[in-house]
């Protein structure tokens, strides 16, 4: 989500009287432009803490004073009621200059000496500095106990904040403090969810998505989480029946074969002798798994497949037979070991491949090659090759679907005819 996106639903939600929701925007806003001085101006009207309220306002001012945001930051400033100052002593005579720095936490001037531990980019005295110091390591403490056991609730997640507003600590700033515990909180929920069952729901998705925007993790810093949370997405997709296919595979198949993975492999050959590697090519298709060998090879039809096991680097076969059993070498064993298992379990039965509503009704591409080459680019009644059309033998309005072994091809007069017939 763009900046300006973020900042205009932030807008919209504190206009319908949602601060709440306000306030988690503008703070997003301000960790992505942090230079912002509107971010920074919005933020301060969402909370009611007058302190909170001054330190995000003296942030927009010492950005620019002298821009209209900075002009606007110094005006709400003085209006904001005055902090209980201590009484100067009588022997003070000294009045600080106009372009006194001052703490933007705890509104104390920067005298000369103090000016060596005063940090300028976030605007604090030393003393500030070591308070803030600790409260960022406290609030780190309080985030792992509250992630340990990988579950975040809403009471922990408003402890979180509530304790970042008693001690004035930024949010965004506590929680760039504890990235890198909130990145792993976030892989470990994920491997968790798709270790329940194998697969990853829909729910499951959302939930780390929302987890990530509620701790303010940029999307480049997520991105190998999401790239895994895509990739078990698509492990999900190929355990659910989703295959993928490969329309143009390196070997020449059996008419009505479809090919779903192809790589690079080697078989694990052990003799009484020896271990070794025969390198080979592992084709995996709607009927059996192939692999060829220049020393070699052999297919194996999915009846007599028992068990697949999948390893750090390869997967294991346990056949019914013995020649292709034992271990295979390949770079992707998830996914080899996945659809493997998916076509093993539609071939008894105990997965059908899904369908997609009003869209099973279209023939996929695949099916419709391997009905071409099946059929013999002929109509399958009368023999003709023109104006052929590709058939439910059981109709889709009857629950027929789009698949291999339900498509024919017809011209269009024996169409017609059976038309006429149902």
């Not at 372009?99 to 001037?109: G, I, L, P, T, Y």
């Not at 470990?188 to 194998?198: C, N």
């Amino acid at each position: 989500m763009l900046f300006k996106d973020v900042m205009e639903q932030g807008m919209v939600a504190h206009k319908a009287g949602d601060k709440t929701k306000a306030h988690q925007l503008f703070l997003k806003a301000t960790q992505m432009e942090p230079n912002n001085q509107y971010s920074w101006i919005w933020l301060s009207t969402c909370i009611d803490d007058v302190a909170m309220k001054r330190e995000y306002l003296e942030r927009a001012r010492v950005i620019n004073p002298h821009t209209e945001a900075g002009r606007r930051a110094t005006q709400m400033l003085s209006r904001l009621p005055r902090p209980i100052a201590t009484p100067p002593s009588p022997t003070t005579t000294a009045t600080p200059r106009s372009n006194q720095q001052v703490c933007v936490r705890c509104s104390k001037e920067i005298g000369l000496l103090e000016r060596f531990n005063f940090n300028k980019e976030m605007g604090r005295c030393g003393k500030c500095e070591r308070e803030v110091a600790k409260s960022l390591q406290q609030f780190r403490h309080a985030f792992l106990k509250y992630a340990s056991d990988s579950i975040l609730s809403p009471e922990e997640w408003s402890n979180l904040e509530h304790g970042c507003q008693l001690d004035r600590v930024p949010l965004p700033e506590a929680l760039s403090f504890v990235r890198s515990d909130a990145l792993a909180f976030l892989d470990r929920t994920l491997l968790l969810s798709f270790a329940d069952g194998g697969q990853l729901s829909m729910q499951d998705v959302q939930e780390i998505l929302r987890l990530k925007e509620l701790l303010m993790i940029p999307d480049d810093v997520a991105q190998p989480l999401l790239n895994q949370m895509n990739y078990f997405q698509h492990i999900t997709r190929i355990r659910q029946g989703h295959l993928p296919t490969i329309t143009k595979p390196d070997v020449h198949l059996d008419a009505g074969e479809i090919c779903h993975y192809q790589t690079q492999a080697a078989f694990q050959r052990v003799t009484k002798r020896a271990t070794d590697l025969v390198p080979g090519q592992l084709i995996v298709t709607s009927q059996q798994v192939h692999f060829l060998s220049g020393s070699g090879g052999w297919s194996v039809k999915h009846r007599f497949i028992l068990r697949v096991n999948t390893e750090t680097d390869g997967i294991t076969l346990e056949l019914t037979v013995k020649r292709g059993n034992g271990f295979y070498v390949v770079p992707n064993s998830l996914e080899a070991a996945s659809i493997i298992e998916t076509l093993v379990r539609i071939d008894r039965r105990q997965l059908f491949t899904p369908t997609n509503g009003e869209m099973s009704r279209h023939v996929p591409n695949n099916v419709r090659i391997a009905v071409y080459n099946r059929d013999q680019g002929r109509c399958v009644e009368c023999g003709a090759s023109d104006y052929l059309e590709y058939d439910h033998i059981i109709p889709f309005s009857k629950g027929g679907a789009s698949t291999l072994n339900n498509i024919q091809l017809l011209c269009r007069r024996c169409n017609l005819k059976k038309g006429d017939r149902i």
